[in-house]
């Protein structure tokens, strides 16, 4: 039989990567399955008394996930929470990996106060990615900051950076900001062995993409750039955000398997 572990109260909290965008499945809340979900579902199946509330929202800066999330979910008493956040912030202009891994380390903090398990993230390689390879070396920055964090407060961190597998196009979704249901299920077996978890889920080995020209993959990147680099550009100017007006999927803790 496989071990149990010891936790009986999941919370998720962060941004679309934490909702699943990427991942669409009309029967899950919100429309949308992703990591955290196919998670607290393993989970689930290894302990008879299990409940799970996902509070994240798509579009959410460290900041927002910081005074939108966190007191709501400390109110729900967690002993494992997991907190992605601070992508949305290293890719925009401006700003300092540093200082965001300090506000970052601020909500550790609050987050540990409690003895709850926490799981982090670091960001994953973008240097495959037209136009947000060019902050690679912020994310770097950003990830070294996020290991030395977790060291001073006992956290977990599963390493997105190590995770070659995520290299794979078919990994991403095709506005290449977020993981496709391969690359949500690919980080959900990451994160099971990171807490030590015993599980079903073994990788996916789905068939390679067939060869592209030179040429069939210049009007694929202005195809991309014209469906999803230019609205996002134009939200980043009007002071927009896809989480408008969206709320947590699942702000309520239950057993995610029933």
Known sequence: MPR???WSRYVAIGDSFTEGIGDPEPRSPGGHRGWADR?????AARTDDFAYANLAVRGRLLQQVVDEQID???AL???LVSISAGGNDIIRPGTDPDEVAMRFERAIGRLRADGATVVMFTGPDIGMTPVLRRVRGKVAIYNENLRAVAARHDAIVVDMWAL?????PRMWDPDRLHFSPLGHHTISIATLDALGVEHELRPQHPEPLPPRSWREARAH???WAREYLVPWVVRR????SSGDRISAKRPDPRHPLR
């Open 72 to 74: 709501p979910a400390l």
């Open 221 to 223: 990147d202005i195809g």
């Open 4 to 6: 149990l572990h010891s």
């Open 164 to 168: 070659r597998e995520l290299q794979d």
């Open 39 to 43: 998670v607290a579902e393993s989970l």
């Open 77 to 79: 008493r967690p002993d």
């Open 237 to 240: 100017i009007r002071h927009q």
